[in-house]
């Protein structure tokens, strides 16, 4: 708390006190964090719950405990489970260019600065295509007040204090329902929380509410390297931030893993399950259809092959890597979607590389990639095909031409020892 404080104390941001408090959220213990505003006479609430509180509706549980309870560093419970509200006057709604001169103005740490900056630009992008407008006219009525500022720039501040080399989240629970907003009553998952979670696996759920709000998405798919069961490590420390609503029997607490993975500079060994079933009259159009069911489930990878059945028949193999909490809500997807009777599975050791994400700037536009290490360097490099077919649509070029831009600027960016070549050049591995 003390390092969250003092690099705070670098950004004027507005009057405000910061606490924390020991409570219980169905009898699980966690800590509650809390902004103060100055002057108001009570904590505060994010944008996102101040606006939803006027509606005057609570629909159920909000936590994030479901959403990334394998992180490893403290994204917190964010506040669409509090519920209490705050004046209008309270509730600032900056703009992404003030907000943004107010960072770049400000003492904040290289770190701290850079992930704000490529949060708030990237949320403003999101809310421009929700709205249609350019992202420097953007206001942000859920996360432009002075407690949503300190929620999120606090939470990098506590990332850099922590210092981990790569943080990992389960599969995220959006949640089911309707919200109402600045902008009206919306649906669940709000406009903006499914734009920020474009490439990132989501499960089901049948709670009624909103699990993961924007702002969470906005943490999550900021600081998340990889989505999947918690690797194979040794748990150092474990630790629960608290929601302020409390539902009886849901938990609204978010947990967080401080651990070290085993074997370093080997790979990173875990285990997964393999699930396959074979089907000879499914239509194409389906097994399609499949690939989104089971990335919804909580799928990792999955192929088709094609194989002979009984009578000669030409059939499909379908593979699927999950992991293991994972199973049932796999093995549902594929009963359902397909006419198989039967699914055969077995567990799996792998070792996989450490992946990471960068945001690479391009003649053509801002292209995310993934980066894979092992040992701590640099062994591969892709920039993510959504984004780099996004942008060729957009800019009317070829996807190949905004692929190799990329994954160049990745070069230029990483400097692994592997671009470099005999000569002095660089190249991405193609």
């Known amino acids: 708390l003390n390092a969250i404080k003092r690099e705070l104390a670098k950004a004027d941001f507005g009057g405000y006190r910061i606490r924390t408090a020991r409570v219980l959220r169905a009898s699980v213990s966690g800590t509650l964090f809390d902004v103060k505003i100055s002057g108001t006479g009570r904590p505060a609430r994010s944008g996102e719950d101040a606006e939803r509180h006027r509606s005057h509706r609570h629909d159920g549980a909000h936590a994030h405990s479901d959403a990334c309870e394998h992180s490893h560093t403290p994204i917190r419970s ?48 999101v809310e421009g295509r929700i709205h249609g407008k350019k ?25 850099e204090a922590l210092e981990p080399d790569e943080i990992v989240c389960g599969p995220v629970a959006l949640g089911n329902g309707t919200v109402r907003c600045a902008h009206g009553e919306l649906p669940v998952p ?23 709000t924007p702002t969470g998405a906005l943490l999550i798919s900021s600081l998340a390297s990889s989505f999947g069961p918690l690797p194979a490590s040794t748990i150092e420390k474990i630790g629960y931030g608290a929601g302020h609503r409390d539902d009886p029997g849901f ?17 990173s060994a875990d285990s997964v399950v393999e699930m396959t079933a074979d089907v000879d009259d499914s239509p194409p159009e389906t097994l399609g259809f499949l690939h989104e069911r089971l990335a919804a489930a909580g799928a990792l990878d999955v192929l088709l092959r094609p194989v002979t059945m ?110 470099e070549t005999a000569g002095g050049s660089r190249e991405g591995r193609l």
């Open 251 to 267: 938990p609204n607490v978010l947990r967080m893993i401080l651990g070290k993975r085993s074997a370093p500079g080997a790979g």
């Open 78 to 125: 964010k506040g669409a489970e509090r519920c209490g509200a705050r004046s209008h006057a309270d509730h600032a709604h900056r703009s992404w260019s003030e907000i943004e001169r107010m960072i770049k103005n400000s003492g904040l740490s290289a770190f701290v600065k850079r992930k704000s900056l490529e949060a708030f630009g990237r949320l403003a992008e």
């Open 310 to 419: 009984k009578k000669g028949r030409p059939g499909v193999e379908i593979s699927v890597l999950c992991p293991e909490g994972a199973t049932g809500d796999v093995a549902a997807a594929l009963f359902a979607e397909t006419t198989t009777f039967g699914v055969r599975f077995c567990r799996k050791e792998r070792i996989t590389l450490s992946r990471r994400f960068v945001r690479v700037a391009t003649r053509f536009g801002t292209v995310r990639v993934k980066v894979g290490e092992l040992g701590g360097r640099a062994v591969s490099v892709s920039p993510e095909f959504e984004d780099c077919r996004a942008l060729a649509a957009k800019r009317k070029v070829p996807l190949r031409q905004v692929h190799a831009a990329a994954l160049a600027a990745a070069c230029r960016e990483i400097r692994a020892p592997w671009m």
């Open 135 to 159: 992202s420097g006219e953007v206001r942000f009525h859920e996360v432009g007040a002075t407690d949503s500022l300190v929620d999120i720039i606090g939470t990098f501040a506590a990332v």
């Open 190 to 212: 709000a406009p903006a929380t499914i734009e920020l979670m474009r490439g990132i696996p989501v499960r089901p759920t049948d709670r009624n509410g909103e699990l993961t």
